[in-house]
């Protein structure tokens, strides 16, 4: 039998005598008392005893109903013991304490030495324990190791999201709803009315939206227009010879004849020009402007007095038989040349007038003035041209 279940026997017993009556063999009290420890009283008899027999305050004990006191060994004096009952003798131990004495387990007797008397909510964190939970992460802001598992984008709150990369991301729903409604770079075709597209945007910045027959001349071309307009044309050439004993006057220049005499009647033809101004039009804000230019030439004798060629306008008269005859009107003003002042023998002076306005509308001729009868043996050559041009 282990000490373990001793012990259970023998408190059970001490309850039992706790409970159980005891008395003499004939029912009568008890005439003696014995008292165990001074303070209780029990009867002594053959058949059973009333038990308020306490032994120390450790243990109480009953047998049955009836005890044989006759097994109680000693005199009434305090110090009978139960040995001789049948239960637990005061020789036997428990966890190395005598049974003679109150005994005083400690937690090391029962096998608890290592346990605190501490409650549930007050016990500390065992380091078993503690260690496990070196291996977990903590619920705020954990820092995992390895490849964490069992974990879905779910769980994150991306359960609608698609492991890709953002290069190999495909077209959204919402995002191809967007591109429907734009235009390809290449070859778009736009619906509607376009706009906020300027001319600089199609690399036409410096245009105009004018049609071709409105389109202005351009810088370049009125420069290379004024240009071409600017050079003199020449509109007719005269010339006419001057001879000896020829008086002063006006005449008029042909086509290699001798010069006529304004008013007379004259064999050769006069170089005529009818001036019609829709044939000089403005271009470019230009006017159309006339010049005379003149050559008189002397062979080796020089003539008398000077000479100036100018551009006059023309009447025709009636003439007479076998001539005909012209009559210069008043000199165009500002068409006059400069003047060639007593030229000398052998001699080709060149002189210019200067621009002037185109005269109206009618038949024209170019004319020399001289001043003086051409001396004897002298000859005078005079070429003269009619130049145009706009400035």
Not at 44 to 65: E, L, P, S, W
Not at 303 to 308: D, Y
Not at 357 to 385: E, F, Q, R
């Amino acid at each position: 039998m282990s000490l373990e279940e001793d012990i259970r026997k023998l408190t059970r017993k001490i309850k039992d005598i706790e409970r159980a009556p005891v008395s003499t063999g004939s029912g009568t009290p008890a005439s003696s008392v014995v008292s165990l420890d001074g303070s209780d009283a029990v009867g002594v008899g053959t058949n059973y005893a009333r038990n308020d027999h306490k032994h120390g305050d450790t243990a109480r004990h009953t047998h049955g109903n009836s005890t044989a006191l006759a097994l109680v060994t000693g005199s009434n004096t305090g110090d009978q013991t139960l040995e001789g009952l049948g239960g637990v003798a005061t020789s036997r131990k428990v966890a190395g304490h005598d049974l003679t004495a109150d005994v005083t387990v400690s937690k090391s007797d029962v096998g608890l030495g290592n346990c605190d008397n501490t409650t549930d909510a007050l016990k500390p964190i065992s380091t078993a324990t503690q260690t496990a939970l070196d291996l977990k992460a903590p619920i705020n802001s954990p820092a995992f190791t390895g490849t964490p598992t069992g974990i879905t984008a779910t769980h994150v709150g991306l359960g609608n999201c698609n492991n890709t990369s953002d290069a190999s991301k495909p077209i959204s729903t919402a995002t191809q709803t967007a591109l429907d409604l734009k235009a390809p770079i290449n070859s778009p075709a736009f619906t509607g009315t376009p706009t906020g597209i300027t001319a600089t945007h199609v690399g036409l910045g410096n245009c105009n939206n004018t049609s071709d027959a409105a389109k202005p001349v351009s810088t370049a071309t009125s420069t290379l227009v004024n240009a071409v307009l600017g050079v003199y044309r020449t509109l007719i050439i005269a010339t006419g010879s001057h001879i000896a004993t020829k008086v002063a006057g006006t005449y008029m220049l042909g086509c290699g004849d001798p010069a006529a005499v304004s008013g007379t009647g004259v064999l050769y033809p006069i170089q005529i020009i009818n001036i019609a101004s829709g044939n000089f039009p403005t271009v470019n804000a230009l006017a159309p402007k006339l010049r005379v230019r003149a050559t008189i030439s002397v062979n080796n004798t020089a003539p008398t007095g000077n000479f100036t060629v100018g551009f006059y306008p023309v009447t025709s008269g009636a003439g007479a038989a076998g001539v005909k005859i012209w009559t210069t009107g008043t000199l165009v003003s500002g068409s006059a040349t400069t003047t060639v002042t007593t030229p000398a023998g052998s001699s080709a002076t060149s002189v210019s007038g200067s621009d002037f306005a185109l005269p109206a509308d009618g038949n024209y001729c170019l004319a020399v003035v001289t001043t003086a009868t051409v001396a004897t043996s002298s000859l005078v050559h005079i070429n003269a041209t009619l130049e145009w041009h706009n400035a």
